[in-house]
């Protein structure tokens, strides 16, 4: 697959997966500006570039909270420094205490 968008614009079928996986590849959020009118599609496409950059401040722009919050949940657990902070943006009680719970134990501090 070509690391460009180019392919995408001429395909016909499953043109939004073509710019999710580009997107994620080269971890450019611009890329899902390219999707058309499909919230999730471009939810998802936010979602796979963020957690594979690490980079929460892309979790901002999706639209719809469940995802929003399982973004950052994911970035969360991914993240080296395991930062605190990226648990709390996570509106939903459940996840938020389950992302705390996660920096804990991996802190090895469950004070967290």
């Keep these: 697959m070509k690391q460009?968008?180019?392919?995408?614009?001429k395909a016909v079928q499953f043109k939004d997966v073509c710019y999710i996986k580009i997107a994620k590849l080269k971890q450019d959020p611009a890329i899902c500006e390219k999707i058309e009118k499909d919230t999730f599609s471009i939810d998802e496409c936010y979602a796979e570039v963020s957690v594979t950059?690490?980079?929460?401040?892309?979790?901002e722009k999706i639209v719809t909270q469940t995802?929003?919050?399982e973004?950052?949940?994911a970035v969360a657990?991914?993240?080296?420094e395991q930062d605190i902070t990226v648990c709390e943006k996570i509106v939903g009680i459940y996840r938020r205490d389950s992302c705390y719970q996660i920096i804990g134990?991996?802190?090895?501090?469950?004070s967290v």
């Design 4 to 9: 460009d968008t180019s392919e995408c614009e």
């Design 53 to 59: 950059s690490r980079d929460y401040s892309i979790c």
């Design 67 to 69: 995802q929003k919050d």
């Design 71 to 73: 973004c950052f949940f």
């Design 77 to 80: 657990s991914k993240r080296k």
């Design 105 to 110: 134990l991996e802190k090895q501090d469950m």
